[in-house]
């Protein structure tokens, strides 16, 4: 016997919060990406900031926990003080530029390229901006700037079909560049 599998909702509990509205939209663009044909979700940017954090907390819990009594180990504080900022700059740095607004990679083994799939809105506007980049060097390759009351009902749930739609126009607009 086999089971259905339910329909997953995706809903802003109010749609006039910019938050909310573009969460949801994002929740939905990564699972209709990763539940297509020929894409796979790709991870390098989250290994590398798990990565990148691993090591800060490294020097963090060394700066705290090494065995050379207080007065002799002045330099050796100082290093993991200049090491922590130099790191966490350099970890803000990635997560804004490189990454920026940036909610999903995936790859298309068809085309053997990697893309970003991207939003944007801003505060108290209704306007959603997606964008596809291609990566590794982030060149915008579409973008598209929607009404989310088009793509919400009332009660606040995604309108399913017509968003579908408008995913497989701008992954076809970003395929043909």
């Known amino acids: ?16 919060d910019t ?3 573009k969460d ?8 209709e990406l990763i539940s297509k044909d020929g894409l796979k979700e790709n991870f390098k940017f989250q290994n590398f900031k798990v990565f990148f954090g691993l090591f800060m907390i490294a020097n963090v819990i060394y700066s705290h926990y090494h065995f050379i009594p207080y007065p002799q180990d002045y330099y050796i504080l100082i290093a993991c003080i200049i090491f922590y900022y130099v790191s966490t700059y350099i970890y803000q740095w990635f997560e804004k530029v490189k990454e920026g607004d940036i909610f999903i990679l995936y790859d298309d083994k ?9 939003a ?7 306007f959603v ?7 590794p060097n982030k060149a915008l390759l579409v973008e598209c700037k929607i009404d989310s009351a088009d ?4 009660k606040g749930y995604i309108v399913q079909p017509k968003m579908r739609s408008l995913i497989n126009e701008l992954l076809q607009e970003a395929n043909k560049k």
């Not at 016997?1 to 109010?14: A, G, H, L, S």
């Not at 901006?129 to 990566?135: A, E, F, P, T, W």
Request: aromatic share 18%; proline share 0%.
């Open 19 to 21: 938050y909310m509205t």
């Open 110 to 118: 068809k085309m053997n390229k990697t893309f970003g799939f991207g």
């Open 129 to 135: 901006v997606l964008r596809i980049y291609s990566m």
């Open 1 to 16: 016997m086999v089971k259905e599998q339910k329909q997953k909702i995706y809903r802003t509990e109010n749609k006039f």
């Open 151 to 154: 793509y919400l009902d009332v």
């Open 120 to 126: 944007s809105q801003e505060l108290y506007q209704r």
């Open 24 to 31: 949801a939209f994002c929740s939905f663009i990564s699972d």
